[in-house]
C-alpha cells in the first residue's frame, strides 16, 4: 500500500458490524478521504477483539476524561476503562483486544490517522455511551492509537482533516497528533 494511509471505523464505510446488525455509512466521510487521496484500512475493533453481530450494546463506565492523569498516576494505556454490555457483562477484554488489533493494523499498513465512529465505547474520539447517556471521553481503540501517535479524528470532526493534510502526507510530512490533518 503506498500513500497516506488512515484506519476507519467499519461502520462508517457501510459494513453492518454494529451492535444492532446495522452500519453507519457516513458519505462524507468516504468523500473526505476519497478526495484527499487516502488509503483506506477498515476495521471493527469490537468483531476483531472477538464480539458478535448482533451483539448486547455497551457502555464505558470510566471514561479517560473522567480519570485523573494516567500517566502521572503510574496507570498503564488501557487501565481506567471498563465496558459492560447491557446484559451486564464485562466486555473490556475483547474491546482490549480490538484495540490491540487495530494498532497492530495500522502499524502494518503505516497509517498515521484513524477516522473513527463518535460514541462508541471502542471507537468515540471525545465522546462515549456511558451508563445513563453519552459522556466525554475516549473509547478503548480511539485512545490506543492516539497513545501510539496517530492523528485521531471522529466522523464529526473532518473539519480537523485540513485541505492540505493529504498533500503534507504525501510529501512525506509529520505524524501524530499534532498533525494537520
Ligand atoms: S463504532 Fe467501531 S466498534 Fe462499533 S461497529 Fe463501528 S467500527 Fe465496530
Known sequence: ???????VSACLLGVPCR???????????????ESRG???????????GGLPI????????????????DAAAGRGP??????????????TAELSRGAE?????????????????????SCGTRAVGGRDGRIAGEGVTARRLR???????????LAALRDDGGQQARRGGT???????
Open 1 to 7: 500500500m503506498s500513500g497516506p494511509t488512515a484506519i
Open 19 to 33: 451492535h444492532d446488525g446495522r452500519d453507519k455509512r457516513h458519505e462524507e466521510t468516504l468523500r473526505a478521504l
Open 38 to 48: 487516502l488509503s483506506i484500512v477498515p476495521i471493527c475493533p469490537e468483531v476483531a
Open 54 to 69: 448482533p451483539r448486547s450494546a455497551a457502555f464505558v463506565e470510566h471514561s479517560a476524561a473522567t480519570l485523573p492523569d
Open 78 to 91: 488501557l487501565e481506567g476503562i471498563r465496558v459492560i454490555d447491557r446484559g451486564g457483562r464485562d466486555v
Open 101 to 121: 488489533q487495530a494498532l497492530e493494523a495500522a502499524r502494518r499498513f503505516g497509517a498515521t490517522l484513524a477516522v473513527l465512529k463518535q460514541n462508541s465505547p
Open 147 to 157: 497513545e501510539a501517535g496517530l492523528a485521531v479524528r471522529g466522523e464529526d470532526e
Open 175 to 181: 505524524r501524530g497528533a499534532g498533525t494537520p490533518w
